[in-house]
């Protein structure tokens, strides 16, 4: 009876880790940092529902099998995240204008690009749960942005070329509308 709890406790702690995992990719908030939230849940629901088998499946050859597996399994995610960080190319701030606590930010980067990539996003808060959203997507070769506040809750793209991009942001999730993804560097 007592090891029917605790497996029963730790399937619960490996749900709601789940649906907590499944938040996480979902990102309704747009947490800059959700992926780095997603691999920690992810690897400790891995290592809850690893637990909870070992304890079902009580002691001897059985569990030191289950226990392998899960570290196996651990290590291996592990592994991904590790892998999947490497690929990430780091982005450069070219120049910043705030409104309040948001900021709009113009990114320059891109590992696999010749000539450089532009990018703008919004950025609200700070820490481990600041928010951030693309606003504005350029394409290699294209000139760099400019970004302004029209208002609370507007936002002003403007490429060298004459160009111009609005959109709209909300403020709690900073969901965008529309984000511009302009096809050709020469052209709006």
Known sequence: MRRLRRVALLGVL??????????????????????WFTAALVLLGILLFTAALAVAVGRGI???????????????WCALIGVATQLTSPSTEVSQSADGGRRLVVLEGSATA???VFAVVV??????????????????AAPAPTARFVDGNTVEVRL????????EVEAVTLAVDPVHRPLRADGC
Do not use: K, W
């Open 14 to 35: 490996t749900v709601i880790v789940g649906l907590f995992a499944a938040l996480a990719v979902a990102d309704p908030f747009h947490l800059r940092h959700a992926r």
């Open 62 to 76: 059985l569990r030191v099998l289950v226990l392998m597996v899960g570290a196996v399994a651990a290590l291996g």
């Open 114 to 116: 010749i000539d450089p």
């Open 123 to 140: 950025r609200n808060g700070t820490g481990p749960f600041e928010q951030e959203t693309v606003v504005f997507q350029g394409v290699e």
């Open 160 to 167: 060298p070329g004459g160009c111009l991009y609005r959109s």
